[in-house]
């Protein structure tokens, strides 16, 4: 059945959020609203202030952690949940742990909201699945040709030798990534036979919430009390505010490095003034984005944040129905530059 | 080229100097000689020729990319780079190079006579071929300078290490012309040579600016004086009957400044001077835009010769009778100097000493510094009397102490993305100042913000773009910074009727608004009459 083009679509965008009218529900909202479908744990999808939360039931204790008590319900993958004869399931997005795209149906018509995705198998989130879609909310964040993942395992067979390398110039490795996500990923296939890994607070505590979902190796929190010797040749996993802080003193001596998809380019390493960058992301690279596009077998897409006009561009010159939408989302880069709610924390 | 990309990524991949010169000095320990000589070149700024233009290597890169060229070319302005544009939108390959970077080298000197079906042939085949951190090497190759943060001074360190030469003989031995093809280590590195000296200018000795005030440069009497002049920083050397007059670029420039042959009528043999290249239009010394319509020209025509005639400002001796004099005191060096203007100087000789000023006290000298603009110089050169004359820019005995800048209030008009560690930001801008109810282009500036403040107007920009032409973006006129610049002349080639000198941005202006900018009026009458 084709999109009708000449009513109201089934989700769209307005100044609180991405709105579904005929059910009254928003999904990932940057306004506080009444009912709030929520894709993943990150600040700028998970918001505070909406009167009633629904999303994976992963996600529950990761925005309790972030956003306090809140009224929240949690759903499993594939399981179809009404609102005014809205049908709404959620579909793994393979972003991080506990992330979901949406999807709407109504009348016959389906909508999917990616939230944020990437299609490679991490071991540690439910892998991205393609949900067949009419019209499709994507993300674009590394929506350029210039982007193209190595496998986790070579990228990470990087920075367990890079660790080695430091430890045997007798030096600490401080490893930045955000403290949801990228963290914990780093961790879980981090090698602890090379030597001990300890954690800033702020990710310490977001791992501690996600220990049940996951096998990951042991951590120590640095505290005041950590004694700067115990840490010299070790692995420190540090959000990428710490860059630059008072706290990384007692690392000395330490190489620096940062894992994140921005790190592709040179630039963008030299800037943020660390030893290494290694390219790994929780979005899409380039072919990524095109494969999932495709694998919906959708008509409409709609570009939300990234490099969107030049994406969407290029959908419209391989033949989709594309456009972009202003949202609030900010994908990597916000990741990499904000600060998330509790890395103020100094211990 | 396995050794030589993985020195670039280890150069690129650090901040730390110490790092830097072990991993070339490794490289040079290791890789065989002919390398050694490529890999100096290159990273003393010796590169072929460009063998095929940009616009070629886009088109080729996208059709190997199979993505269509504006998609390429949205890739670059975001990129910021192009070689590293190439090398991230083609697909990886799988192996790793065999050729040598001379090898390499060697055909991309080669493929400069080829046809353009043979260019393209050559570049798909290699780009397919290379892994992604040597096609990124093989492609800068091609098109241009490593920003990798190694200066000549940083290898010339290294290969010292490597060699057990003196790093002074080295930075000598560098200088000048010579061809990476024809020259071996050997002759370049290894042997004393005196006829390949004939030519060579010495390594330029660079001032610092003065950090604190003057008085901390204790007694005045310690210190000689004079301004520092705006031209071009040259050697002139005459030897066994021959002129050559070199930039500090190491760019050999005799032909361009025939004026200079006269020398050889009267200055002897066996000397090299230091000094200035300034234009000289109708008897006076005239501005650095006069000496922008010389320095674009390889010959120079009677009328340009005539309308601009340019002299040599002298500051200082280098080589006096044949003899290398770089260690006397400069009082001395002086002397000899002042005494070879005293002999030969006569109206028509384009040779002018650099007066020193005489002062005793410090406000006597600040005094004398703020004449700079008046008698078109910069501020005001400190050197020390027993001073000698070292090798590259070193702190202590050599001082620039230039004016306080001129500085306007302009409005951020367009901003295009930056380069290198400024890729995907927006820091390259565009000031306008008032006309009427006109904002008029005045400037362009690239300096002065903080990354903090860069990242913040970045963001603005992204959030209040008018209008797109390819990497350029004209912004709504909201937001004034203070521009700092050195000099200002009137200019016929530029839109505001004024070109101004060293423009930078001072610092941004957030109490305010753009109707509190300056006018191009309040501008024109900053110029000196």
Redesign the interface.
Known sequence: MPLRKEKKPLLCFDQNGIYCEPAGVYLDPWKPVDKAIITHGHADHSRWGHKQYITHHTNVPIIKHRLGEIEVSGKEYGETFTINNVKFSLFPAGHIIGSSQVRVEHKGEVWVFSGDYKTEDDKLAVPFEPVKCHAFITECTFGLPAFKWLPQEQVMNDINSWWQQNQSEGKSSVLFGYSLGKAQRLLKFLDPAIGKIFTHGAIENMTEVLRPFADFPETIRITRETKKEEIRGGMVLAPPSAHGSTWIRKMVPFETGMASGWMAFRGARRRRAVDRGFVLSDHCDWQGLLASIKATGCERVICTHGYTEIFCRFLNEIGYDARTAETQYEGELAEMNSKSDDENDDQ | MEEFAALIREL????KTTVKVAALTRYFQRVPDKDKVWAIAILSHRRPPRPVNTTLLRTFAAEL?K??L???E??YH????LA??IA??I??AEESSEKSLTQYLEEIIDLKSATEAEKKEYLHENWAALNYYERFVFTKLITGSFRIGVSQKLMTRALSKATDIDEDVLAYKLMGDWDPQKITFQKLILEENEEDFLSKPYPFYLAYAIEDEPKDLGNPADWSAEHKWDGIRSQVVIRNREIFVWSRGEELVTDKYPEFSAFLEVIPDGTVIDGEILPFPGGDIGTFNDLQTRIGRKTVSKALLNKVPVILKAYDVLEWEGKDIRTLPYLERRKILEKLHATVATEDLPFHLSETISFSNWEEATVERERAREVKSEGLMLKRWDSPYLVGRKKGDWWKWKVEPLTVDAVLTYAMRG???????FTDYTFALWKDDELVTFAKAYSGLT?AEF?QVDAWIKRNTLERFGPVRSVKPELVFEIAFEGIAESNRHKSGVATRFPRILRWRQDKTIEEANTIEELKQLIPK
């Open positions: 690129d991949s650090t901040n990319a993505i269509p504006w998609l390429f949205e890739s975001i990129v910021g780079d590293e544009t991230l939108v697909p990886p380069h290198g560690r400024r890729s995907n930001l990354d990242r």
